[in-house]
């Protein structure tokens, strides 16, 4: 895919810019980089803490399936985001958080979020780089206080180029191959053991299983039940880091 990066100082929300360029016709590929971002958002309304320092960028996708599959996506956007860090970081100090975390020693590093509209898909990505939140509700980190590369000038723009090919490989593949190449990748990089998830108004705990074929997850509770919780249904608050993203 050929990517068009537009860098602007500071807006909104990167995903709000990228939306009103898909209502325009904008092509798959568009992204669009802020510095800052004045209302960066999370999932359900949340709050993403966006000062300057860190890398901050949606891209339109039109994928050739159906909405209902778009989901899929996030997945390929996380283990992108994952290899993109791979080289700022220690071995193994990356662990993927069900459904769409990237976490750095149990911290999270990055925040992931879809949007549909009509006719495509936004991928927004937030990657602490120099600035984590100070008092966040739960425990955050950033590039410069666990790389073991210099950050330069440089690296934000570094990062994002290493995203979007990795992007690019992922989501290639989940339109060649379908999800299953995806799922084996994101389930060696898994943070596995004791998760907890909020569904509607009930928390169910339990310990890692697996991920279905449809990016479902499957827990088992410590009574023994297994439950099998539809990605977007629920949000994983805790596992025995104490790690919530809820
Ligand atoms: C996410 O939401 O993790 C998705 C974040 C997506 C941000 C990108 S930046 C570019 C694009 N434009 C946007 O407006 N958004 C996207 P969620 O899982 O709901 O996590 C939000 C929670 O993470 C908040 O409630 C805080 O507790 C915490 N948080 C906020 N800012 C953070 C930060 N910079 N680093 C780590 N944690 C943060």
């Known amino acids: 895919m050929e990517f068009i990066v537009l860098t602007i100082e500071s807006t909104a929300s990167t995903n709000d810019d990228v939306k009103q360029a898909a209502l325009l016709g904008g092509p798959e590929g568009l992204v669009i980089r802020a510095e800052t971002q004045r209302a960066g958002r999370g999932r359900r309304g949340r709050v993403w ?5 860190n890398l901050y960028a949606s891209v339109l996708l039109r994928p050739p399936f159906p909405p209902r599959d778009y989901g899929k996506v996030s997945f390929a956007a996380v283990l992108a985001v994952g290899e993109a860090l791979d080289s700022y970081l220690p071995p193994q100090a990356i662990r993927l958080k069900w459904p769409n975390d990237v976490l750095v020693d149990g911290k999270k590093i990055s925040g992931i979020l879809l949007e549909s509209i009509e006719g495509g898909l936004v991928v927004g990505i937030g990657i602490n780089i120099l600035r984590k939140p100070e008092h966040a509700q739960y425990p955050a980190t950033c ?8 950050i330069s000038d440089q690296t934000i723009p570094a990062v994002l180029n290493s995203f979007l090919s990795a992007l690019d490989h992922w989501y290639g593949l989940l339109i060649t191959e379908g999800f299953e190449p995806l799922r084996t990748a994101w389930i060696a990089r898994a943070q596995k053991g004791t998760l907890r998830v909020r569904i509607k108004d009930a928390d169910i705990e339990g310990v890692f299983l697996d991920l ?3 990016g479902s997850l499957y827990l088992r509770s410590p009574e023994g039940t297994e439950h099998r919780i539809i990605a977007g249904a629920g949000d994983v608050l805790a596992n025995e880091q104490g790690f919530s993203s809820a």
């Not at 803490?49 to 320092?53: A, D, L």
């Not at 590039?143 to 210099?150: E, F, H, I, P, S």
Request: charged share 40%; no cysteine; proline share 6%.
């Open 143 to 150: 590039l410069a206080d666990r790389g073991t590369v210099a």
């Open 212 to 214: 279905d074929s449809d």
């Open 49 to 53: 803490e966006s000062p300057e320092g």
